[in-house]
């Protein structure tokens, strides 16, 4: 995926990790979250860190300041998403127990 590669008989799926995380930002922002978590794909991975770059960038452009603790990284996998979550979660528990609400 967002290779870019096609040749006849080969399909090819475009990802716009810009545009994508631009809306979703949008959207969340407009519903009045203020703390906005990421779990990405497997650290060093091109798409992963385009991923992550991109939902930085979109977080500054909904004025939102971007926190780290709030950026994990997984693996791709089912264990690594709850892994990565059960964190987050967290960290709501030990801030101010609105994670999901602000």
């Keep these: 995926?967002?290779?870019?590669?096609?040749?006849?008989?080969?399909?090819?799926?475009?990802?716009?990790?810009?545009?994508?995380?631009?809306?979703?930002?949008r959207h969340l922002r407009e519903l009045g979250h203020k703390k906005i978590g990421y779990i990405g794909g497997s650290a060093g991975l091109t798409i992963s860190d385009h991923r992550v770059q991109a939902f930085i960038r979109a977080l500054k452009r909904v004025d939102i300041?971007?926190?780290?603790?709030?950026?994990?990284i997984?693996?791709?996998?089912?264990?690594?998403?709850?892994?990565?979550?059960?964190?987050l979660l967290s960290l709501s528990r030990q801030t101010d127990r609105s994670f999901s609400s602000e």
């Design 65 to 72: 300041v971007p926190r780290p603790e709030f950026i994990k």
């Design 74 to 87: 997984g693996n791709y996998r089912i264990t690594g998403g709850v892994a990565a979550m059960t964190e």
């Design 1 to 25: 995926m967002d290779r870019g590669h096609t040749a006849k008989g080969l399909s090819d799926v475009a990802i716009n990790n810009k545009s994508g995380m631009d809306q979703a930002l």
